[in-house]
Structure formats: C-alpha cells, structure tokens
C-alpha cells in the first residue's frame, strides 16, 4: 500500500472508516483493466463511497442491479444524504464508473 495513503488511513481512523481503509483496494485490480474515464472515475467513487460505509455494501447490492438505472438510482439516493459530499456533476461518472463493473 502506498505510503501517502496508508497515513490517510491512520489519520481518519474512525472504525467505519477503518473499515473502509481495509476494502478499498479489493477492487483495485479490476480497474487497473478498465478504459478511461473509468479508470480515473475510480479513485473519485472510492473518496465519494467510502465516507459512510465500506464499499462491500456497494459492490454487495451491485451484484443485484440489473441495469444502468438501478446503479444511477442508487448513486442519487446515496447523494441525497445529508453531507454526502456527493455533487450532481458526479453522479454521471460514479455511475458510469459502478456500471462497468456490473457488467465485466
Ligand atoms: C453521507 C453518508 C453516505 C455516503 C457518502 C454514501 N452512503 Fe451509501 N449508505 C448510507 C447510509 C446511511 C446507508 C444505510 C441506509 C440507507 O440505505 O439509506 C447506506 C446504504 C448504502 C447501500 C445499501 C442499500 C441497501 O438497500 O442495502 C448501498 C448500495 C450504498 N449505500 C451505496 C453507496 C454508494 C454507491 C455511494 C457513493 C456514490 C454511497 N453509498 C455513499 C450513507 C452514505
């Protein structure tokens, strides 16, 4: 793991974001294959998606989108939260960016 982030870890520690530190990377590897923009949207989803929860649950309900709609409408009900961080201009490239992985 690289250093940088290691000490973002360290310094955010809270135990849900712990947890989140811990599982981030698990999807990693499959991005290192996607086409751009996703790739780079990857990094945004990680900072956008972890705040809360860890990205088990994301990937976890991804298994049950069945469409592009499903994965936009979960990515709009998340930024509906209050102080989700989440902007309208992103909910196009995080979507795009968990589609992709719904249909490799
Ligand atoms: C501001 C905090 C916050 C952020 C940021 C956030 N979530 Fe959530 N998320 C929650 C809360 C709270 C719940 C549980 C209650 C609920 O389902 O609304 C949840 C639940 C979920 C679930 C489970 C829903 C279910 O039916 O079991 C998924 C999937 C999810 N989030 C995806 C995402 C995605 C994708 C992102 C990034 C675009 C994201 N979340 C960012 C707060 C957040």
Known sequence: MHIRKLLACGLLATSTLL????????????????????????????????????LERVFLQLNLAK???????????????????????EIQPITDTLDWHRTQ
């Open 67 to 89: 469409d592009r709609g499903d994965v936009e409408w979960m990515v709009q009900d998340m930024a509906a939260h209050p102080g989700s961080g989440i902007r309208q201009s």
């Open 19 to 54: 947890a989140a530190c811990a599982t981030t990377t698990r999807w990693d590897k499959d991005y290192a294959k996607a086409p751009e923009p996703v790739k780079t949207d990857w990094d945004l989803t990680k900072q956008r998606c972890t705040g809360c929860h860890s």
